[in-house]
């Protein structure tokens, strides 16, 4: 297996109640129906929906470490209804109708994860308790106000997102300084380890085969070249996500992009007396670098930080950047005052694809099928590109098949390192403007500036 024990799996792959143990690599030469680059949430939900639309397929998935080792096992947890590319923009390239339709498919794909955990007995902690997205200055306010309606635009009624003024908002969590939130029912928290693990062996359960151990080096329409032996299949589906890069032909399609979490020791009773969070909530606050938590089932908090470093590949999937981790810990006291001093019992790392035109992608052409650049919100939107690709190789015309990202193609990267070097710079400005932002109480130039800069 090539994941590097010398570095923490994080608190949800060493807390999921299975071993690690590897699976056996691919031994020889297959020839199969379906192969899957990728072991994530992407390929594991592409072969269980394959699987369950036609039991007589012959399906593989090809894993270069474990499954979930990568993103699946790393991330914060959320299983939402948002996606990387906001619905103006999608109604900017595709429609007002498009992304009307694009928001209500993710809406229904946070329900399908919690039915699918229910129908096969994955106990993946699943609370479908919401969102709260919170401000703690007047000027971000403006912003979640400006944030909501776009949502209400397209579709979203009162009961789908609507605004919390602070004692309503503190009413549920009680974040410290609160100036306003909003609040959406269609989210939930997940033990991602919990999940991915154990979609893992219910697609085994399904006679899909996975192999563990076993580097994809290169895809073609018909044909998947490892180091263990070649796969020749009726149709290949890419489901690397930030790994994408290190298949041969593949490199500029998405950027790796590093992201860092932490999770507390368990929280004393008191504190949850005081703070509230009853509701599964999961947590975050309107800021150019936000953070995102949930409340874990063991009276954690777990929690995350929006700032990315590019990944320049010589990293390993747990390296943690210093600075990311003084930030962690004095975002964490900046929400929640009687924190301080609280031990964070684990810090762990992963990486998120990014697409140049931030806007993710699944499709199915010349016998290969795609699926990724999700930029953070993966939870939910692979299960909705699991189900789009199932439908996609079965040759069935579905609702889903006909969403707005269906098809589309990413611009290419411009060739490395500019382009790791250009967004570390973007990524650079973005904390300095946050940091100015907290310090002076007044929007940032910069920010501004970074924002028209970003791709996309």
Not at 47 to 64: G, K, M, T
Not at 398 to 406: F, G
Request: with cysteine; aromatic share 8%; net charge neutral.
């Amino acid at each position: 297996m090539n994941a590097d024990r010398r570095h923490p799996a994080g608190f949800w792959l060493d807390t999921c109640g299975d071993d690690l143990a590897p699976r056996p690599p691919l031994a020889r030469d297959e020839t199969v129906d379906v192969a899957i680059a990728g072991a994530g949430f992407t390929g594991l939900w592409t072969a269980y929906y394959l699987a369950r639309a036609d039991p007589s397929l012959r399906i593989v998935v090809l894993e270069r470490d474990i499954a979930g080792w990568g993103a699946s096992g790393r991330n914060g947890g959320w299983c939402s209804s948002d996606l990387v590319s906001p619905p103006e923009l999608t109604a900017a390239r595709y429609g007002a109708e498009a992304a009307g339709a694009m928001q209500r498919a993710m809406a229904e794909t946070v329900v399908e994860v919690g039915r699918v955990c229910a129908a096969e007995s994955i106990d993946a902690h699943y609370v479908r308790g919401g969102t709260m997205k919170v401000v703690t200055a007047p000027f971000p306010a403006a912003a979640l106000r400006e944030d909501l309606e776009g949502s209400l635009r397209f579709g979203w009624t009162d009961e789908d997102r609507r605004w919390l003024e602070p004692d309503a908002a503190r009413a549920r969590i009680d974040v410290a300084g609160l100036v306003g939130a909003t609040y959406s029912p269609h989210c939930a928290v997940v033990h991602p380890g919990r999940l991915v693990r154990g979609l893992a062996r219910v697609v085994e359960r399904m006679g899909v085969r996975i192999f563990e151990g076993t580097t994809v080096t290169s895809m073609t329409p018909g044909r998947v070249r490892t180091a263990h032996g070649t796969v020749r299949a009726g149709t290949v589906v890419r489901a690397l996500e930030a790994g994408t890069g290190s298949v041969r032909g593949h490199e500029r399609l998405l950027l790796a992009v590093h992201i860092h979490m932490g999770v507390t020791e368990p929280l004393p009773a008191s504190f949850w007396d005081a703070v509230g969070w009853r509701e599964g909530e999961a947590l975050s606050d309107l800021r150019p670098i936000f953070v995102y938590a949930q409340r874990t089932r063991d009276d954690r908090i777990a929690f995350g930080l929006a700032r990315g470093h590019p990944h320049p590949g010589w990293l390993t999937p747990s390296y943690i950047v210093p600075t990311a981790v003084r930030s962690l810990r004095e975002r964490l006291v900046s929400l929640f005052p009687a924190a301080r001093g609280t031990r964070i019992a684990s810090l762990w790392s992963g990486y998120v694809g990014m697409s140049r035109d931030r806007f993710p992608s699944v499709g199915l052409r010349d016998g290969i099928g795609w699926a990724g650049g999700y930029f953070g919100d993966g939870v939910s939107t692979a299960n909705l590109a699991g189900r789009t690709l199932a439908d996609l190789i079965t040759g069935r015309e579905t609702e889903l098949t006909r969403l707005p990202w269906v098809g589309h193609r990413w611009p290419a990267w411009e060739a490395q390192p500019l382009a790791m070097v250009g967004v570390a710079g973007l990524f650079a400005a973005m904390r300095w403007g946050d940091t100015a932002e907290a310090w002076t109480g007044r929007p940032s130039r910069v920010l501004g500036l970074v924002e028209r800069a970003l791709p996309g």
